[in-house]
């Protein structure tokens, strides 16, 4: 078993106000899709993207905040805050989905593309390959905050975390920024310069990133308000399930309609 570290999830703390390590690492992923997108645009020579380039960056995290936010609500703890609807708005009590972040970005990325009549599918091609960044980071954070850990074992490298009782358990959020961020990562960034039809990355996300959530989730421990949802299935398995049949769909949808795109 090994000790876990215990590290202050607060960085700086000034009266009221705090910089926390969760927090950072959100800033940290930002910053890095702010670049990476950027670069990538400027690449490909993708003119009316860069024109609107400061508007959608500004766009999706408030999409992804409010997203977030609310598939936690919905798919998590619904119930719970129907009956306490002003817990609503106390984000600092914790709770976000990522897969309500993701429909929040993807929806609304989609509307701002229609209305400016931009080309969404190479878009969402840019900022897929670069999101598993922000993922792997943000499950850092999760780490350093004691939180989102994995089910009880006897592995080695088992921990027993402060919320967790006395009980040695795996370090999923380990497991979760390894796979989610930087095998994610890697496998997109090599994929991304080969010639596919416009909205495969996107799909390549949505696939990969379900199947490494699905598998991930095996090892997680269930959230203590929900465990298993539909037999041995976790709420995260079945929203993952619809990611990755999305994800395929997608796939096989661009290949008949933009055979010859390139991205």
């Given at each position: 078993m090994i000790s876990y570290p215990h590290?202050?999830?607060?960085?700086?703390?000034?009266?009221?106000?705090?910089?926390?390590?969760y927090g950072l690492m959100y800033v940290m992923g930002f910053m890095a899709t702010?670049?990476?997108?950027?670069?990538?645009?400027?690449?490909?020579?993708?003119?009316?993207?860069?024109?609107?380039?400061?508007?959608?960056?500004?766009?999706?995290?408030?999409?992804l905040v409010l997203g977030g936010r609310l598939g936690y609500v919905l798919f998590?703890?619904?119930?719970?805050?129907m009956e306490n609807p002003l817990e609503i708005l106390a984000t600092w009590h914790g709770g976000m989905s990522f897969h309500g972040a993701l429909i929040?970005?993807?929806?609304?990325?989609?509307?701002?593309a229609k209305l400016k009549?931009?080309?969404?599918?190479?878009?969402?091609?840019?900022?897929?390959?670069?999101?598993?960044?922000?993922l792997g980071l943000g499950r850092i954070g999760n780490f350093i905050n004691g939180e989102l850990f994995g089910r009880t074992?006897?592995?080695?490298?088992?921990?027993?975390?402060?919320?967790?009782?006395?009980?040695?358990?795996?370090?999923?959020?380990?497991?979760?920024?390894?796979l989610e961020g930087v095998v994610l990562f890697t496998i997109l960034w090599i994929l991304k310069d080969r010639k596919w039809p416009s909205g495969t990355m996107l799909?390549?996300?949505?696939i990969l990133y379900g199947i490494f959530r699905w598998f991930i989730e095996l090892f997680r421990e269930p959230d203590a308000n929900l465990g298993f949802?539909?037999?041995?299935?976790?709420?995260?398995?079945?929203?993952?399930?619809?990611?990755i049949v999305a994800g395929t769909a997608l796939f096989f949808y661009r290949r008949k309609v933009a055979p010859i795109a390139i991205i």
């Open positions: 590290i202050d999830p607060v960085i700086i703390g000034i009266g009221p106000l705090q910089v926390r390590w702010y670049f990476l997108v950027r670069h990538q645009i400027q690449k490909r020579g993708l003119k009316k993207l860069e024109a609107h380039f400061e508007n959608i960056n500004m766009m999706l995290i408030i999409c998590y703890n619904f119930s719970y805050y929040g970005i993807v929806v609304s990325g989609y509307v701002y009549k931009l080309d969404y599918w190479e878009g969402a091609d840019v900022y897929a390959v670069t999101t598993p960044i922000g074992t006897d592995v080695p490298w088992a921990m027993v975390f402060p919320g967790g009782g006395p009980y040695p358990r795996h370090p999923s959020q380990l497991y979760e920024c390894f799909s390549f996300y949505l949802v539909l037999g041995p299935l976790t709420m995260g398995q079945l929203l993952s399930t619809v990611m």
